[in-house]
Structures are given as structure tokens and as C-alpha cells.
Nanobody, 117 residues
Framework: QVQLVESGGGLVQPGGSLRLSCAAS????????LDWYRRAPGNERELVAQ???????NYADSVKGRFTISRDNAKNTVYLQMNSLKPEDTAFYYC???????????WGQGTQVTVSS
């Protein structure tokens, strides 16, 4: 059974930092493109950051320079370091794994990030 489990969310003041983690079981992370998405109330789900199998990175314009995605295939874990957080970063954050060769994908259950003073 495949599971993606996020952790690290919480309440932080504007300007603060959080580090999200997503640990997978049941799949070999090294074969997957890994993403972080988020959904704020009333908004569509949006892609925040992506890291390919070869380490190529992609970020939403709204988080460039503030967020960093990384992966540790040995630990089957993907991370999202979030710095200089803003109230508009408040959302439910999900990790996603996509195997390009088959189209198979998996989602985590999500973790809430709230940026507020």
C-alpha cells in the first residue's frame, strides 16, 4: 500500500519559516517527479514547487526566492523549505508523486500552513 505522509505544517508569524516533509512508503521515490501543491479557501489548487528525477526545479512565481524544494531518495522524502512566509501563503499543502512513464500518481493527505500574526 502506497502512502505519502506530510508533516511540518502549523501556525507561523509573517516573515517566519516552516519546513514541510513528505515521506513515502510503498514506492521508490527516485522514479517519480515530486511536487508540492497548495489550496487556499476559495481558490483553485496550485502548483507550488516541483523537482524532477534529475533534480530539475520549477517554482510558482509567487514563491520564487522564498521556497526551496529538495528530495532525499534514500529516505523516500521530499521537503519544502518555506522562508519569508506571507499571509497569502496560508493554505493546505499537499505533496504529489508522479511516475511519468506510467502516469501513476499519488497524493498525500495534506498539512495546514497558517501565516498570521
Amino acid at each position: 500500500q502506497v502512502q505519502l505522509v506530510e508533516s511540518g505544517g502549523g501556525l507561523v508569524q509573517p516573515g517566519g519559516s516552516l519546513r514541510l516533509s513528505c515521506a513515502a512508503s510503498g514506492i521508490d521515490f527516485s522514479l517519480y517527479v515530486l511536487d508540492w501543491y497548495r489550496r487556499a479557501p476559495g481558490n483553485e489548487r496550485e502548483l507550488v514547487a516541483q523537482i524532477d528525477n534529475d533534480g530539475s526545479l520549477n517554482y510558482a512565481d509567487s514563491v520564487k526566492g522564498r521556497f526551496t524544494i529538495s528530495r532525499d531518495n534514500a529516505k523516500n522524502t521530499v521537503y519544502l523549505q518555506m522562508n519569508s512566509l506571507k499571509p497569502e501563503d496560508t493554505a493546505f499543502y499537499y505533496c504529489h508523486a508522479l511516475k511519468i512513464t506510467t502516469g501513476t500518481d499519488y497524493w498525500g493527505q495534506g498539512t495546514q500552513v497558517t501565516v498570521s500574526s
